[in-house]
């Protein structure tokens, strides 16, 4: 296929999220070399608005090159060693990864359950963290594949007190949901560019706070991967710029670009952005009847879980999205396959516009199935109404 045959798409799922032009046009820019004097300046001023998304300190905050799996690989194996417990809280697809990567390092991981959809119990977190005195605590934010917000406020005092590390992952909530890295207390926080910075995929931003980089000088083997040694990439983004590797250069770029746009709005203005668009979109679905997984006071504003009615086809209804309107939703994952449709409004995404499509989308192919139900647009109009 060419670029002239692919569709546009809206991109309204759990990510990628929708793209700015000004970002696609700083991904077509000639590329300079990786120790190149103006990549280094570009790489100085990355880091400067990482640590603005962040609301950081921090020196060590750089976007790693790979994905946001990347980011979480290298959060947990740079703070671990073998024969280390951690205490890992699962409850969605996410939650599960970093319990398998913990067990990957040699670790010992200890598992805080909460059904899917639901936030991790605090309580059942300091029982843990008392029982097992591990190295780290590693929770999810924003649990991608149930829509689930997790409060952060409070956990790295606990984590703290036992002279535990925490961890957060922050792929789905950084640059849609208050994160705070300092204020928060938190040791590693790591995300992703494809959702609420609207970047394409391809870069991790993390940050390490000074408990957290001097855990890992005072490792007593070697990071269990070269690539994703934080010992040696710090070289490169500090003021040695020792090579490590070839950075994704006009990734780079894109991510800068997609940063001062963030900026330009502002952290705060972009944060209730998301929230108004997603207090509309719920308003809609359920004018329509329809009902959220997660309850009200755990809501993702970026991610929103919708359950699927009784007797509807969920993939065909997503596929009448897709050919009829151009339209990406996402599908439930694991004990939600089939349950639930998985609307993003991330970053770009996060609009007026879009929640009013899809709304009215939803609706039609939910009537083309024989569902009937009333039309949502105007619960979510009225919400922009009142919220204006």
Same mark, same amino acid.
């Given at each position: ?30 590329l300079?070399?990786?120790l ?8 100085d ?23 946001g ?11 671990l060693?073998p ?10 697809v ?39 005195r591990?190295?780290v ?18 956990l790295?005092?606990?984590a703290?007190a036992?002279?535990?590390?925490l ?23 790591y ?26 000088r ?6 269990q ?14 003021s ?22 963030v900026?330009?709005?502002g ?9 108004l ?6 308003a809609?679905?359920?004018?329509? &009847? %329809?009902s959220? #997984?997660?309850?009200?006071?755990? @809501?993702?504003?970026?991610?929103? =879980?919708?359950?699927?009615? +009784?007797g *509807?086809?969920?993939?065909r209804?997503?596929?009448h ?8 939703i996402?599908? &439930? %994952?694991?004990? #939600?396959k089939?349950?639930?449709? @998985?609307?993003?409004?991330m970053? =770009?995404?996060?609009?007026? +516009?879009? *929640? ?14 024989g569902?009937?139900?009333p039309?949502g ?11 204006a």
């Amino acid at each position: 296929m060419t670029d002239q045959t692919l569709p546009k798409r809206i991109l309204l799922g759990p990510g990628p999220s929708p793209v700015d032009e000004r970002v696609l046009r700083a991904l077509s820019q000639p590329l300079l070399g990786h120790l190149d004097p103006l990549f280094l300046r570009i790489m100085d001023q990355i880091q400067e608005l990482l640590r603005y998304v962040f609301e950081t300190r921090n020196r060590l905050t750089i976007p790693i090159s790979g994905t946001g799996s990347a980011g979480m690989e290298a959060a947990l194996i740079n703070l671990l060693e073998p024969g280390d417990k951690a205490v890992v809280c699962i409850n969605g697809v996410f939650g599960e990864r970093m319990f398998d990567i913990v067990g990957r390092t040699g670790a010992e991981p200890i598992a805080v359950r909460a059904e899917w959809g639901h936030p991790i119990d605090v309580g059942q977190i300091e029982d843990a963290l008392k029982q097992s005195r591990p190295k780290v605590l590693a929770i999810v934010h924003a649990e991608t594949s149930t829509g689930v917000l997790q409060k952060l406020e409070g956990l790295a005092d606990l984590a703290h007190a036992h002279d535990t590390l925490l961890i957060v992952d922050a792929v789905t909530s950084l640059g849609g949901h208050p994160v705070r890295v300092d204020a928060n207390g938190v040791d590693v926080c790591y995300s992703g560019t494809q959702k609420c910075l609207s970047c394409p995929p391809g870069l991790s931003p993390i940050t390490f706070s000074e408990r957290a980089v001097e855990r890992i000088r005072s490792r007593r083997q070697k990071v269990q991967s070269w690539y994703l040694d934080m010992s040696m990439i710090e070289k490169y983004w500090g003021s040695d710029r020792s090579y490590h590797h070839t950075a994704p250069i006009s990734m780079n770029y894109a991510l800068l670009e997609a940063l001062r746009i963030v900026r330009e709005e502002g952290l705060e203005a972009r944060q209730a952005r998301h929230q108004l668009n997603h207090r509309a979109f719920v308003a809609g679905v359920e004018a329509m &009847g %329809l009902s959220m #997984l997660v309850a009200p006071k755990s @809501r993702l504003w970026s991610l929103n =879980a919708v359950r699927i009615p +009784e007797g *509807v086809d969920d993939q065909r209804l997503r596929t009448h999205l897709l050919e009829r309107h151009n339209i990406e939703i996402g599908g &439930g %994952l694991g004990p #939600l396959k089939g349950k639930v449709w @998985r609307v993003g409004l991330m970053g =770009a995404g996060s609009s007026r +516009e879009n *929640v009013v499509l899809v709304i009215g989308a939803i609706h039609e192919a939910l009537a083309e199935q024989g569902h009937t139900c009333p039309p949502g647009v105007a619960s979510a109009e009225q919400v922009y109404e009142l919220g204006a």
